[in-house]
């Protein structure tokens, strides 16, 4: 008896290991991983004006440049997080939150991803976060990375959509106070109406397919 408990036992532990082996996706470089960061108003801030996929609220986004095996450990984003744009472990990133939902580029669309990925390794990998969300100068935010990697690949496809930013609560027109307080501090102009993108329109983008969810961002359905 002890011996076929020690059998069945070990067929559950084969079948387990099947299925989570199934239930993640083979990453590929170019992958978009959109995370529902839970940084406090910021990330409240930035969910609260653009919804994402699936009503998902979304706050931060990254993407695969390099993977060297198949431990999480082995696979790399590049993000605009902290201080700087940086090349993250995959472990660390989900550490960070697990409500992670995963965007792959539409097969039309993947001749793209070595010519971006070579543009934000070389060109954007290092440089100051973009504290003031500005399009134009040599300082980026999370969303901005991925854009201005594919813009340099093919700016004709217009992968991710451009639209004027608000800092607004919305219906109204009166700024979120953390915004007030937070471009106080940095002694600049809250730049509502200038033309920008965050993580949540992104992920609604038609050229690229949700293929995996590691735990449901809050407010997806």
Known sequence: ?????????????????????QSTPEFQVGDILFQDLDCGPPCEAIEAVTSGYNGAQLSHNGIITEIKGDK??????????????????LDKFLERS????????K????????DA???IETSILGKPYDYIFDLENDTYYCSEVIYQGFQV????????????????????KNPFVHWVTYYEELNAAIPEGELGLNPGGMSQSDKIDIIHTFEKP????
Not at 98 to 105: A, C, D, F, T
Not at 107 to 114: F, G, N
């Open 98 to 105: 697990n409500k992670v939902i995963v965007g792959r580029l």
């Open 1 to 21: 008896m002890n011996r076929l408990n020690e059998r069945l036992a070990l067929i559950v532990v084969v079948l387990l290991l099947i299925l989570s082996r």
């Open 218 to 221: 809050s407010g997806m359905q």
């Open 153 to 172: 690949a093919d700016s004709t496809q217009n992968l991710f959509v451009i639209n004027p930013m608000t800092f607004n609560e919305p219906n109204s």
């Open 117 to 119: 990925i070579n543009y």
């Open 107 to 114: 097969p039309d669309y993947t001749y793209m991803i070595s």
């Open 72 to 89: 999480f450990s082995q696979i790399f984003l590049v993000e605009a997080i902290g201080e700087e744009v940086v090349k993250t472990p």
